[in-house]
């Protein structure tokens, strides 16, 4: 049954991958909100639909980003590299990129939540934390471009390729249980 982590209907927990791939289009779009605000008010007075947007992208990157890390990185990543494969060998080079751009991302989220929080705090934002604020959500578009093209072109399908069914509805289970979702109706399929 879909389940809904965000705005629109997703794929639910017994479809694993797809639901990685619904985090991203969050990603994308909370990510292209700041941006809009960003470029719109270029740190000026806020309208209450703006402070609005800025808000539920803060909460977004804040609480909801790092459990998809973790899905990757304590679900998917080490399930693939258990696979003795050369085409996972060669993919794996690449997933490590993938963990250093998470650690990139976390610190430059870190200090755009600073940078927007003092904003939405004091109304504006000066012009050297407006340049600083740009450049950083500039590298993060650019990063996540890259990063969730090869994400969805090729982690992802590598692993609906490789990974059995029951490794899929165990990293659906962890995934929900991340979310604090029951799955009693893949519990009770998979026992
Ligand atoms: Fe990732
Ligand atoms: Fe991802």
Partial sequence: MPVTLGASPDHGFDQPLGLLSDCHRRIERFLNALWRVTSDRHGGELQDEERHTLRRALEYFRNAAPRHTED???SLFPRLRAIDSPQVK????????LEA???AAEAQHDRVHELVDGWLGRGQLGERH?????????ALRDMYREH??????????????????SQLEQI???MAMRR???????DEESR
């Fill in 101 to 103: 751009d998470h650690r």
């Fill in 172 to 174: 659906g289970q962890e």
């Fill in 130 to 138: 407006l340049q600083e604020l740009v450049v950083l959500l500039a």
């Fill in 90 to 97: 060669a993919l794996m080079r690449d997933v490590e990129r």
């Fill in 148 to 165: 969730i093209a090869q994400e969805d072109e090729r982690v992802f399908p590598l692993a609906a390729r490789l990974l059995s069914q």
């Fill in 72 to 74: 990757e990185e304590a």
């Fill in 180 to 186: 604090g979702v029951e799955t009693r109706r893949l």
